[in-house]
């Protein structure tokens, strides 16, 4: 479909959240190169169309799971980003109240499940989610949201088959960034696609440009809507690419110089800028516009996270478990 079959508010919208994440991110990465954050980071930049294409597919009451690079997965499915960085600060007013951090990022209010850092370890927790879904007979839809890296790690397989023969409703989503961490995946894979594997399972699996959010967009919906309709699952590979380290100290030296400035020129907001702007669904100020709204809200949200308590020590044994009613 073209730009035309949009409204410009639902074009916006997309171009909106992809910049929400990546000016999140990046005013991330310098509070802690500045070393006024703790921890450790995997940061999303690069891969926002997918995110985004995704989640903007999704209703609210839909459920991803995520992975160890889990910030543009939760900014897409809703999350706040108020309550994100006050948690990647270690606050009381961060989303797992300060207990979580980067790689357990979730809000089940927002359908986002704790982000789990096993690579390919959301898979299966996807499958118990759609399971659930489809036991209570609530036609609602699980996203595993997983990497290149991810696709093989045996829990993995295991999920996509059990989904297989019993058609839960989840569709498994590959960001293939063509590397988990310093791994190129043509040393990892004999097949020339993932979602080829897809025929091995007995379900539809395709791979498309995933730094297209209006293509990845479409092709979710109907991803989405076949599982919501008692289709089963799909296998959607989305090629991609980090275009920063794999860890916030990750200079990338084994991306070569020639493949990081194609995937510069290709990266998936600028692209969908100029396409907004030479279709005239947009004019440059209008986008310049929401970029400047973008970046006073991620201020704010480091200066509101900055402020915020942290935990106290007794509080440690707290929101440990649920309680079943
Ligand atoms: C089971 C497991 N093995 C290894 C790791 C260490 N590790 C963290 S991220 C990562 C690479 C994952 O690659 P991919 O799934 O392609 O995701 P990407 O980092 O490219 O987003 C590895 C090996 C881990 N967290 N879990
Ligand atoms: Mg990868």
Redesign the pocket.
């Known amino acids: 479909m073209s730009l035309g079959d949009y409204t410009p508010e639902f074009l916006l919208g997309l171009y909106r959240r992809m910049v929400l994440i990546r000016k999140f991110e990046e005013r991330v990465k310098f509070l802690f190169l500045e070393g006024i954050m703790p921890g450790t980071i995997?940061q999303y930049m690069g891969?926002e169309a997918c995110a985004v294409g995704v989640c903007t597919a999704l209703r609210d009451d839909d459920v991803i799971t995520s992975?160890?690079?889990p910030h543009g997965h939760c900014i897409a499915k809703g999350m706040g980003v108020g309550e994100m960085m006050a948690e990647l600060f270690g606050r009381t007013t961060g989303c797992c109240k300060g207990k979580g951090g980067s790689m357990h990022m979730g809000d089940l209010s927002r359908g986002v499940v704790p982000a789990v850092?096993?690579?390919?370890?959301g898979a299966p927790i996807a499958a118990g989610v759609a399971l659930a879904f489809k036991m209570k007979k609530e036609k609602r839809v699980a996203v595993c949201f997983?990497?290149?890296?991810?696709?093989?790690?045996g829990a993995f397989h295991e999920a996509m088959n059990m989904a297989a023969i019993w058609d839960l409703p989840v569709v498994y989503v590959i960001?293939?960034?063509?590397?988990?961490?310093s791994?190129p995946?043509r040393m990892v894979f004999k097949t020339e696609t993932i979602a080829e594997r897809s025929s091995a399972y007995g379900i539809p699996g395709v791979t498309i440009d995933g730094n297209d959010v209006l293509g990845v967009y479409e092709t979710a919906r109907e991803a989405v809507e076949r599982a919501r309709s008692g289709g089963g699952p799909t296998l959607l590979e989305l090629m991609t690419y980090?275009i920063t380290g794999?860890?916030r100290r990750d200079p990338a030296l084994y991306q070569p110089e020639q493949e990081k400035k194609k995937a510069l020129e290709n990266e998936p907001i600028g692209r969908f800028a100029r396409r907004l702007a030479s279709e005239a669904s947009a004019t440059r100020e209008q986008l310049d516009g929401i970029d400047k709204e973008v970046e006073e809200e991620v201020e704010a949200a480091v200066a509101a996270a900055m402020a915020a308590p942290s935990p106290r020590p007794e509080d440690a044994l707290e929101d440990l478990f649920v309680e079943q009613g």
């Open positions: 995997h891969q992975t160890h690079r850092a096993i690579v390919g370890g997983t990497g290149d890296g991810g696709a093989n790690e960001e293939n960034n063509l590397y988990g961490a791994t995946v980090r794999h860890s």
